[in-house]
């Protein structure tokens, strides 16, 4: 079973589809990050984040007592500080391999509406 990532926005937007497919950004995550690094933009792995209780589920479920884990809270981004660094990803070659153009531009049309709305968003990872 491959990872996937997912947007999840701060608050559901009437009409807007955020299913995605994301598991070429979870193959090819390193390679992103190093293309975001030489384009000058935040990474997307930055833009990653999840809710406490559902980190601490997920530790439990793999045998790891959480009690003792201080969790972060959700941490929110603007989404047009993710949609800069999707615009730069998109031009660059690692976009051109094993459906990460497709993976990008699903995000991009998410990030795009949520900016019209002000909403904010974070990446979490499907397992």
């Given at each position: 079973?491959?990872?996937?990532?997912?947007?999840?926005?701060?608050?559901?937007?009437d009409?807007?589809?955020?299913d995605?497919?994301?598991?070429?950004?979870?193959?090819?995550?390193?390679?992103?990050?190093?293309?975001?690094?030489?384009?000058?933009?935040?990474?997307?792995?930055?833009?990653?984040?999840?809710?406490p209780?559902?980190?601490?589920?997920?530790l439990?479920?793999?045998?790891?007592?959480?009690g003792?884990?201080?969790?972060p809270?959700?941490?929110?981004?603007t989404?047009?500080?993710?949609?800069?660094?999707?615009?730069?990803?998109?031009?660059?070659?690692?976009?051109?391999?094993?459906?990460?153009?497709?993976?990008?531009?699903?995000?991009?049309?998410?990030?795009?509406?949520?900016?019209q709305?002000?909403?904010?968003?974070?990446?979490?990872?499907?397992?």
């Open positions: 079973m491959s990872a996937a990532y997912f947007i999840v926005l701060e608050q559901m937007i009409g807007l589809d955020t995605m497919d994301g598991k070429s950004l979870s193959r090819h995550i390193e390679a992103l990050d190093e293309a975001a690094e030489e384009l000058g933009v935040t990474p997307l792995s930055a833009f990653f984040s999840t809710d209780e559902q980190a601490a589920e997920f439990g479920e793999e045998g790891i007592d959480a003792d884990i201080e969790m809270s959700v941490q929110q981004f989404a047009e500080e993710g949609l800069a660094a999707l615009r730069a990803l998109q031009q660059h070659s690692v976009a051109q391999t094993d459906g990460v153009a497709i993976d990008l531009q699903e995000c991009t049309r998410i990030l795009e509406t949520a900016a709305h002000g909403i904010g968003w974070h990446f979490e990872i499907d397992f």
